[in-house]
C-alpha cells in the first residue's frame, strides 16, 4: 500500500504534533486505500511528554529524515534454497522467476546470495575442465564467500554505492540483524520518493531532513506562505487561524466524520496551546467554535482542559536556558538584519529573577551562534496574560515602546502573541 507521511516542523509543538495525528487518521479513512502515517522530526520536550501520558495517547513516532531508504527498495522472494539442497532444485523455480540472485538458508538461518553468476562460473568451469556437466553440486559448494549485508534503515544512495562497487548482482538486506529480503542493480535505477503532507509549517527549511527528496502532496498550515517548491500541482490548505488542529477539525465537519475522544483530545491541545487557551490575539471566532465543539465531545470544560495542559509545562528556572530558547525560536532577515524571536509559555513570572541572568546569558550565546544581530525571548504567562521581554545588547532595544523593568529585560503586559503583537514593534523598533 503507498505509503503517506504526515509531518509537522522541526522543534514539534503541540499544534504541529497533534494535527499530523489528526490528519492521519481523518486521511486513513476517507481514503483507505493508501497509508498514512502520522510522525514528528523532532524530539518532544519532557513536558509535552507528560502531557501526551495524561491524555493516555501514543504521540506519532519520530523519524529522522525523509530520504528514501533500503527498506523503500528491498526485494523478497518466495523461493527458499536450502544450502545443502542440490543445485538441481534451483532449476525447478528458476525457469518461472528468472532471478538474478536467490536467498539461501541453513535451516532457519539466512546462509547468504545464490547469485547467477555463481552458476554461470561454476558450469563455465565444468565444461572448460571436463567439456561437460556430469555431476549436480550442493548449491552452498557453488557460492562465493557472501558480502556484508545492507541495513533496511541505510540510505539508498549508500546501499547503491555499496552494491555498485562489489562483484555481487545484489546484496542481502537486514533488519535488527535479520534477513528481509535483498537488493538488485535493478532496485537502484530509480530513486524512490517518499511523500509527505506537511501540517502547520510550509517552508522547506523548517521541515524534515531530505525534504528535498521526498514528493509533497498536501500543505495544511495556518503560517505565511513561503512554501516549498513542488513537482506536481498539489492541494493547499492555507488559512488565517489560531491552529493548524482548527483547520484538520474543519476537515472533520466537512467530511461529516466526529472525531472520536482521542481525536478530539489531540485537537483541543493543538488549539489550546497554539492560541494560549484561545485569549491570544491570533485566535479567531472559528477556533472558538472549533474548541467548544471539540470540548463537548471530549465532556470536559474548555479552560481547565488548557489549564491542565499548561500547568504540565515544566517552569522556566527547571529548564535547561539554551534548549528552552531555541525550542521555539524564529528567525526573520529585516534591513538587512539578522534577528531572532524566541517564546516560552509559563505559569508564573514570579520567579524570573531567579533564572533571568541564565536565561539572558544563553540568549545571547544563540545570538551569536546562529550569527544574529539581535535575540530576543519573550517569556508569556498564559494564566495571567503577561509577558515579559529579554534582550540581547542592541541599540534598537532603546526604541521598543515596552517599560524596562531590569537590564535587558521589558515589562509587557497583555502582549501574547510573538507574531501579531510582538514583531511589529520588533521591526518598528529597529527601522527607527
Ligand atoms: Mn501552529
Not at 555481487?168 to 537488493?183: H, I, M, P, S, Y
Not at 506537511?198 to 513561503?226: C, F, M, P, W, Y
Not at 504540565?312 to 528552552?324: D, H, I, L, S
Not at 544563553?362 to 515579559?388: C, F, N, P, Y
Request: glycine residues 6%.
Amino acid at each position: 500500500m503507498e505509503k503517506i507521511y504526515i509531518i509537522g516542523h522541526r522543534n514539534p509543538d503541540f499544534d504541529s504534533v497533534c494535527s499530523a495525528y489528526a490528519y492521519a487518521k481523518l486521511k486513513n479513512r476517507t481514503d483507505p486505500l493508501k497509508e498514512y502515517i502520522a510522525a514528528r522530526c523532532g524530539h518532544l520536550p519532557e513536558s509535552m511528554k507528560k502531557v501526551f501520558a495524561g491524555l493516555g495517547i501514543e504521540p506519532p513516532v519520530y523519524m529522522r529524515d525523509i530520504y528514501p531508504k533500503v527498506r523503500d527498495i528491498y526485494l523478497t522472494s518466495a523461493v527458499r534454497i536450502d544450502a545443502d539442497a542440490p543445485l538441481s532444485t534451483v532449476a525447478a523455480s528458476y525457469k518461472a522467476t528468472n532471478p538474478s540472485v536467490i536467498p539461501v538458508f541453513e535451516g532457519e538461518k539466512f546462509y547468504g546470495l545464490l547469485s547467477v553468476d555463481d552458476i554461470t562460473r561454476w558450469a563455465m568451469e565444468q565444461i572448460s575442465k571436463r567439456g561437460k556437466i556430469d555431476e549436480i553440486p550442493k548449491v552452498r559448494d557453488i557460492m562465493r564467500a557472501e558480502e556484508e549485508p545492507v541495513s533496511s534503515s541505510d540510505f539508498f544512495e549508500d546501499a547503491k554505492r555499496k552494491l555498485s562497487s562489489s562483484i555481487k548482482r545484489g546484496l542481502a538486506v537486514v533488519e535488527n540483524g535479520t534477513f528481509v529480503g535483498f537488493v538488485t542493480r535493478r532496485c537502484f535505477l530509480k530513486a524512490p520518493k517518499n511523500n509527505i503532507i506537511l501540517v502547520d509549517h510550509n517552508e522547506a527549511k523548517q521541515s524534515i531532513t531530505g525534504i528535498e527528496t521526498a514528493n509533497i502532496v498536501e500543505i495544511i498550515d495556518h503560517h505565511r506562505l513561503d512554501a516549498v517548491k513542488t513537482e506536481l500541482p498539489i492541494f493547499i490548505d492555507a488559512e488565517p487561524l489560531g491552529s493548524t488542529c482548527t483547520i484538520v477539525y474543519r476537515k472533520y465537519v466537512l467530511e461529516g466524520i466526529t472525531p472520536d475522544q482521542d481525536v478530539a483530545k489531540m485537537l483541543l491541545t493543538g488549539i489550546v496551546s497554539d492560541t494560549l487557551i484561545l485569549r491570544s490575539p491570533t485566535t479567531t471566532p472559528v477556533d472558538i467554535e472549533s474548541a467548544n465543539d471539540l470540548a463537548k465531545i471530549i465532556g470536559v470544560d474548555l479552560h481547565e482542559f488548557g489549564l491542565r495542559m499548561f500547568s504540565c509545562m515544566e517552569g522556566m528556572k527547571n529548564r535547561v536556558p539554551k534548549e528552552a530558547v531555541e525550542s521555539d525560536f524564529k528567525t526573520y532577515r529585516e534591513k538587512n538584519l539578522k534577528i531572532g524571536i524566541g517564546q516560552c509559555e509559563c505559569t508564573t513570572l514570579e520567579d524570573l529573577e531567579d533564572y533571568r541572568q541564565d536565561y539572558l546569558a544563553a540568549l545571547e550565546d544563540v545570538r551569536k551562534r546562529q550569527g544574529l544581530d539581535w535575540a530576543v525571548l519573550m517569556i508569556t504567562d498564559v494564566i495571567r496574560e503577561h509577558s515579559v521581554l529579554l534582550i540581547t545588547e542592541f541599540r534598537a532595544g532603546s526604541h521598543l515602546p515596552y517599560s524596562l523593568v531590569s537590564d535587558r529585560v521589558y515589562d509587557m503586559p497583555g502582549v501574547m502573541s510573538r507574531k501579531k503583537q510582538l514583531l511589529p514593534e520588533i521591526l518598528h523598533a529597529v527601522g527607527e
